[in-house]
Structure formats: structure tokens, C-alpha cells
């Protein structure tokens, strides 16, 4: 026998969360086999099999016990060497590196461990669906900043200064953008860090794109750039960072969080307590990764580019205005001309041409007039995608 409840049992925090806008539109490309998908934000490409060999060789040699809570050794030490090799930056594997179940684990951790209940956390929009369920859900305010078409959905200076408050503690930003493709440039992220250091913040950078660069850095042995990168501010960044896009290995779950040691500390702490620590398998892959992988990326992102390069002027053609991303896998095209909402838009050519991509407003009401539309598959279907979404607008 069961007693009727007045009130709901879910915590109003967690009852108010909305379910993702992508997931909706992927339960039903689920239950379909014709549809062409240009929605999902996951590699094409299966893992490179010398990293899944070092994950099975890991199994073979016994590796199915509990690691240090910060993560094997080897595997933050083979962290802190990529990132002085790609971005010069240097941290201490022993106290600056926690590696976390995905980058959404670290991002999660990294804003629960800076704000107070009703302390604040800019970030853009559009933006990654889960940034603003993850600041409610550490008791924090959620404070969306704009970005625009016309500005490239660059983040800018201008823009935070009229949002940030004295209850704002940490600017959240991903760069390269999901959704949007968009790259800050050297200037916008020195201006952004001088501004986090005027009103005492930490920037949180989500890079988990940040190998999935195209027109600055192709040729392997140049330098990427990190918020990290810049020595004099150092001391209020938190590099959150993957495995999942650059190396495809979405599967293994496998992230982490990088910065100052009392942050990383207190992260750890959490995660102590939630998760003990990542998978064992997947950190033997991601020793294999950072020390041996480089070529693998190269050889993923070239072919990235090449279907970028051909869905861009492919789009713009039909009307559809869309700017050149400058990295991640996804392109945002302007769908006003249709006269259609974003999700009338993204609806009717999933039903009627069996094409899925996602609705802007997934990612923000500030992205209403865009669709979605991933790059992560062949260009041979890249095309046919083209065709019926011709055939739609005509």
C-alpha cells in the first residue's frame, strides 16, 4: 500500500532541470534507419587501435584495480608532457592534474568546488546543453552572456562587463565552440583573462576541441594555444579538457581537469567521494594517446576540414547563411530565411527528408534562427544530406 504525496519527492532543484534538446531529437532518429545524421556530436572515426590495444594489453596484464584518485601517474605525466609540447604550458603531474570520468565530470567538479549557494558563473550562448543545468544544480546562478552572428559568436570584453556582477565567480567558455564552430582568437582570450583578473574570477576553459583547430594550426608541429598558455595568468585558470572529440574515444569516458593545486585539490576531494576514480582500461588508452596519438589527430582533423570546406559554400549556396568555423565538427547556419523556428525547421526535415540535425534553442535562446549541424560523418553522406535539404528549402 502506497500514501499519495502532496508534493513532488524530487528536489525542486533537480525537477526544474530540462531534458536535453538533443536527446529528443536522437530518440527518434533512434528508432529509424533512413535518416542521414548531421546531429550527433561524436567522431565518425572508431579509436586509433594502437590506443584500444594499450587499453587491452591494461586488461591482459591484470589492470582491473582502483588507481590514485588523481589518476595514474603515467597517465598525468603523459598530460603535463602534451601540454607543454602543444600549448607551453607547464604543471606538476603530482598536484596540478586530475583526471575525471569525461570533461563533463571535471566541469562539473570545477563548478561546484568554486561557487557558494546564489554565487554566480557567466557563460555564452550559444553554448555546450549541460553549462547551465551544471551551475544549478552546484546551487549557483547561471548567467547567460550573448554572443552574435555578426561578431562571429566570438565572446567579448564588452559583453561580460555588463553582466558581471560582485556575486560572479567564475566565467565558463568553450573554445573551439560547441555549437557554433567559433574560435577565440590571441587578443580575445588576453582580454577576457585581464578582465577575469580586474574583477577576481576564474575562467573555466572547456578545450576539449582544442586539437580540432583548422586554418591556424595543421601542420602538427605548430603550437596550439590554451587560456593556460598565458604565464601571467596562470594562477586563475582551470583547463577542462578530454578525450572524446580530438582522439574519438567518446566510449571511454576519460577527461580532466588541469590548473592551480588548491583547486585541484578540492576537486579532488569530491571526486574522491563520487567516483574514486576514472576507469583503469581507459587510462592506460590515454597514457597511449597523448605520448603516441599525435599523427592519429592530424590525420582526423585534415579530413574534418575537407568536409568543412565543402559543407560551408555548400550551405551559403542555398541560402542558408553560415559562417566558416574555425574549429570542433559542427557548423551553425542561419535558418530565418525559411521563416521557420528552429525547431519547426530541424523538425520538418527530420520527418519529411530524413535528416537530423539539432535546433539552436538546444543550446540557448540566444540561438534561435540556427540549426545544428555536425561534420563528424562521411562527405558522401554529408552530400546526400545536402541534397534533401535542398529539396526541402525549394
Known sequence: MSLERDKSRIAPHVECLPKSGIRKFFDIVAQSKDIISLGVGEPDFDTPWHISRAAVTCLEDGGTHYT???????????????????????????????????????????????????????????????????????????????????????????????????????????????????MLTHDDMLSILDFAKRHDLIVLADEVYGELVYDRALDNSDKLESFASFEDYQDRVVVLNGFSKSWAMTGYRLGYAAGPDDIIDAMMKIHQYGIMSAPTLSQAAGVEAMNHGDKDVEKMRREYKKRRDWLVPALNDLGLETLMPQGAFYIFPKITSTGLTSEEFAMKLLKEFSVACVPGTAFGQAAEGFVRMSYATSLEKIKIAVERISRMLA
Open 68 to 182: 590514485s584518485n588523481l589518476g595514474t601517474i603515467e597517465l598525468r605525466k603523459a598530460i603535463a608532457a602534451y601540454h607543454s609540447r602543444r600549448f607551453d604550458v607547464a604543471y606538476d603531474p603530482s598536484k596540478q592534474i586530475l583526471v575525471t570520468v569525461g570533461v563533463s565530470e571535471a566541469i562539473d567538479l570545477a563548478v561546484r568546488v568554486l561557487c557558494s549557494p546564489g554565487d554566480e558563473v557567466l557563460y555564452h550562448e550559444p553554448c555546450f546543453v549541460s553549462y547551465a543545468p551544471i551551475i544549478r544544480l552546484a546551487h549557483a546562478v547561471p548567467v547567460a552572456v550573448e554572443t552574435r552572428f555578426e561578431d562571429g559568436f566570438r565572446l567579448t570584453v564588452e559583453a561580460l562587463e555588463k553582466k558581471v556582477t560582485d556575486k560572479t565567480k567564475a566565467i565558463l567558455i568553450n573554445s573551439p565552440c560547441n555549437p557554433t564552430g567559433a
